[in-house]
């Protein structure tokens, strides 16, 4: 009898051990084809970053994090830049649907190249591109760039930027030396090649010497003269506009979420930032870009202007004042390089 009991026993267990097998078996091939059918449904986008990311970035990575771009429907793909202007070339030919990058660049590719490319939303409302150098320079405005040497990353619109400054201020640029240091814009005023530079940011370069201890002068460039402009933003292909709007639309949304995590819960964002880092090409300091999201934070957004909301008048004045520079060749308007979409909240 003892003998019986244990065989049923035995028996009983070891129907129910398969029968279990078989339904996690069976759910395990059910998840997977449901997360097959789910990623098969999403639209994928390409977002081309305007560099390694950083505090900037954040809203980004927390709406991934969150599954804020899934529920819109959409599987988003971040990509790195391997060009210096991959933010608009990229998105001009349809490899990327969305691209970071600079409104300057994005005026002067339309104006000049007819690149077919708009900004859809501005991602920081006013300029973080400084004028940066060492305190011993003694450089705090436009009038101290007499006689001296001004760095610059490989762009004309930085030395137009620094003309413009001086003839605000009255004082002749001819005496100012210009030298392209590529992208060694810290390294270059340490090393005393320049006495200055221009194109550094003050949300990242800033607390990065600051940290480094080195005793710093800087100031925006829209302080003497140039037009107030938005730092970074998203561009979009004329042909997604046309034809793909609505998943435009439904990033911007998803990425408004993003940002509104990021204003309510920083610490928190920035760990998701801080595990998405590129170690190896850009690897962050958490003490950086804890400051450099408050800095970011004020002027992402502010009671002017709501996050990714276009100021027309902005992006017209920099427009005209590009025109009047030698910048750009050929007059364009706003509505040639803009255009607003729907993001709010359904």
């Known amino acids: ?5 244990k065989l049923t026993i035995f028996s009983l267990l070891f129907m129910l051990i398969c029968l279990t097998a078989c339904d996690n078996t069976n759910k395990t091939t059910s998840d997977k084809d449901n997360t097959q059918t789910k990623t098969a449904t999403l639209e994928e986008v390409n977002v081309v970053l305007d560099w390694y990311p950083n505090a900037v970035h954040t809203f980004i990575y927390d709406a991934v994090d969150k599954g804020y771009y899934e529920k819109e429907g959409l599987k988003v793909n971040i990509v790195f830049p391997a060009n210096v202007n ?3 070339t990229l998105t001009a030919a349809g490899k990327a649907q969305i691209g970071v990058y600079y409104p300057h ?17 501005s991602i920081v409302q006013s300029p973080l591109n400084i004028v940066l150098s060492l305190q011993d320079k003694n450089i705090t405005s436009p009038k101290d760039f007499v006689g001296k040497t001004i760095g610059y990353g490989g ?18 640029y001819k005496d100012t030396k210009f030298l ?12 005393n090649k320049v006495d200055a530079t221009i194109g550094c940011l ?4 800033v607390p990065q010497m600051e940290e480094e201890g080195f005793k710093l002068n800087y100031f925006t460039v829209d302080q003497y003269g140039v037009p107030s402009f938005p730092e970074l933003v998203f561009l979009a292909s004329d042909d997604m506009l046309k034809n793909k709007k609505d998943v435009l639309e439904k990033f911007l949304r998803a990425s408004k979420k993003g940002f509104d995590d990021m204003k309510k819960s920083p610490d928190e964002t920035l760990k998701i930032l801080l595990n998405n880092q590129n170690k190896e090409n850009f690897p962050l300091s958490e003490a950086v870009e804890k400051k450099s999201m408050a800095t970011l934070l004020p002027v992402m957004e502010n009671e002017k202007a709501n996050f990714l909301s276009i100021n027309k008048e902005d992006i017209q004045k920099t427009i005209d004042w590009m025109k009047s520079e030698g910048i750009i060749k050929n007059d364009i308007k706003v509505e040639d390089v803009v255009q607003e979409l729907s993001y709010r909240s359904e």
């Not at 660049?105 to 859809?120: E, G, L, M, S, W």
């Not at 137009?160 to 009255?170: F, H, P, R, V, Y």
């Not at 003050?202 to 370069?205: A, G, L, R, S």
């Open 105 to 121: 660049d994005a005026i002067q590719a339309r104006a000049d190249q007819n690149v077919p490319i708009k900004i859809i939303g």
């Open 180 to 191: 392209d240091v590529g992208f060694d814009l810290m390294s270059s005023m340490t090393t």
């Open 86 to 88: 991959d933010g608009i």
């Open 202 to 205: 003050v949300n990242h370069e």
């Open 155 to 172: 762009t004309v619109l930085s030395e137009e930027m620094i003309k413009s400054m001086m003839k605000n201020q009255g004082v002749d």
């Open 1 to 5: 009898m003892k003998i019986f009991k």
